[in-house]
């Protein structure tokens, strides 16, 4: 699911035909089941929900998601649920740890909330 913002700002009614009905959310309610039978098998529209008529947000599948934002889908044989998919984590040949100092340091308002969170944690020991 996604706003219908995100979905107009990246061009999803030129990508996906999508009925002209905006759904309320009660009816919404009684077609997903539906709607989550038909994006398991690779089928189905994108859903357009919200409450007077006024588009609030898009119901779709991950696969619809992901050609929508021209990602990569996963390769055959891969799971396409995001639920019980397995993914890469380990860290990149030459990731190293986040030094809080530098991430803050090209920005001002950062750089200030850092310094409140370590005086905090500095009168806080003091306490004890």
């Known amino acids: 699911m996604l706003t219908y913002d995100e979905f107009e700002d990246l061009g999803g009614e030129g990508k996906f035909t999508v009925g002209d009905e905006v759904v309320e959310p009660a009816g919404l309610a009684e077609q997903l089941p539906r709607l989550m039978e038909a994006a398991r098998a690779g ?6 929900w919200g409450d007077d008529g006024e588009p609030e947000a898009v119901v779709m599948s991950t696969a619809q998601y992901r050609d929508l934002r021209g990602d990569d889908q996963p390769p055959a044989g891969v799971v ?3 639920t019980v998919r397995t993914y890469a984590t380990e860290p990149l040949p030459d990731s190293r740890p986040v030094d ?6 090209n920005d001002p308002f950062t750089r200030e909330l850092l310094d409140e969170i370590r005086a905090e944690e500095r009168s806080e020991g003091d306490d004890r």
């Open 80 to 82: 396409d649920d995001p």
């Open 100 to 105: 809080l100092d530098e991430w803050a340091a």
């Open 43 to 48: 089928s189905g529209t994108p859903v357009v």
